[in-house]
């Protein structure tokens, strides 16, 4: 005779702890494999440790809030919401796969979203797969729009440089050049995040004429770029040594900076979609989005 569903009051919600990165780790691992090799795609996540390894960072960093859920005591997944800028990103957001339909995303979903109205950030925003029908679907129903679809790039460097175009790793006194710039394209800056990156030893700068143009905080899933016109980005890109984890994130309606990629060999991994609530305005420049925004 088959077991009833458990009722969704058996989900909890709490403030995530470094004890819980193990477990929350391997459900992250856990997660993003199955929903990724369902559709043919190749896992964000592609090991347990690298799930572990995010995680533990997410859950120490005191720019992030992050909550785990809970089935009868048991961790079931977590969510976190980047609290370094007047925009909060969302995610991570991952849930055993081997417990569904219990109520429990939509919960760390509300979770964060309370707590960015508590702290009355300017806006939200998330970047969700584009294949995965049940996250678009979530969010829609919480009130994110959908803003820009987006591709995954990856390949080979690329090792080209640009007449006029001079590309160089950022130091902390370019700081307040790059929130300069985005605040002219976005009209809003991601100082702490990209202060976090130059720590890192991440992020580099485009210069044209004496002058910051562009940055990269980095050429990864993680990271964020911002240029006045896509040469910029281009002679970014085409610097860097490599692109990290699964790849960047490009805007697929810029068809310019699209064809360039693939004309210089990059390929398109998987594509996504960046979705906000509250504060967005359109981009006055290039720009890259971070798997955050």
Same mark, same amino acid.
């Given at each position: ?7 969704r ?5 709490r403030?995530?702890? =470094?004890?819980?990165a193990p477990?929350c ?7 993003f494999h199955?929903?990724?090799?369902d559709h ?5 996540v ?7 390894g995010?995680?533990?960072? =997410?859950?120490?960093?005191?720019g ?11 961790v079931a997944?977590s969510n ?18 081997k ?6 995303g939509?919960?760390l ?6 707590r ?9 925003? =998330? ?8 996250s678009l ?8 729009d959908?803003?820009?679809p987006l ?20 130091k902390?006194s370019d700081?307040?050049?790059c ?21 890192q030893g ?6 044209r ?6 940055y990269?905080?980095?050429?990864a899933?993680?990271?964020h ?11 970014i890109?085409a610097?860097a040594?490599?692109?990290?984890g699964?790849?960047?994130?490009m805007?697929s309606?810029n ?5 360039w990629?693939?004309a ?7 594509p996504?979609t ?7 305005n359109?981009?006055?420049?290039a720009?890259?989005?971070?798997? =955050?925004?």
């Amino acid at each position: 005779m088959p077991t009833a569903a458990p009722s969704r009051a058996a989900v909890t919600i709490r403030r995530a702890s =470094l004890d819980d990165a193990p477990a929350c780790g391997q459900i992250c691992y856990e997660a993003f494999h199955k929903i990724s090799t369902d559709h043919n795609f190749p896992p964000d996540v592609p090991e347990p440790a690298m799930g572990v390894g995010l995680l533990t960072q =997410l859950f120490s960093h005191p720019g992030f809030y992050c909550v785990v859920a809970e089935v009868d005591g048991v961790v079931a997944g977590s969510n976190c919401l980047d609290e370094r800028s007047a925009i909060a990103g969302v995610g991570p957001i991952t849930i055993d796969p081997k417990i569904q339909n219990r109520g429990i995303g939509r919960k760390l979903m509300e979770a964060v979203l309370d707590r960015a109205r508590e702290c009355s950030f300017a806006g939200v925003r =998330l970047v969700q797969a584009a294949f995965h029908n049940r996250s678009l679907s979530l969010y829609t129903s919480l009130g994110f729009d959908v803003r820009e679809p987006l591709s995954v790039f990856q390949g080979a460097p690329i090792k080209k440089t640009f007449d006029g175009f001079s590309v160089r790793a950022a130091k902390h006194s370019d700081l307040q050049a790059c929130n300069e710039l985005a605040l002219r394209v976005h009209g809003h800056h991601r100082g702490a995040e990209l202060a976090d990156a130059i720590q890192q030893g991440t992020p580099t700068v485009v210069e044209r004429h004496g002058r910051i143009t562009g940055y990269s905080s980095s050429l990864a899933f993680f990271g964020h770029s911002v240029a006045e016109s896509n040469a910029d980005l281009q002679a970014i890109i085409a610097a860097a040594d490599g692109f990290g984890g699964p790849g960047f994130l490009m805007p697929s309606r810029n068809s310019e900076l699209f064809r360039w990629c693939l004309a210089n060999g990059l390929r398109v991994v998987q594509p996504m979609t960046l979705m906000s609530i509250g504060l967005y305005n359109e981009p006055k420049g290039a720009f890259l989005p971070s798997i =955050l925004y």
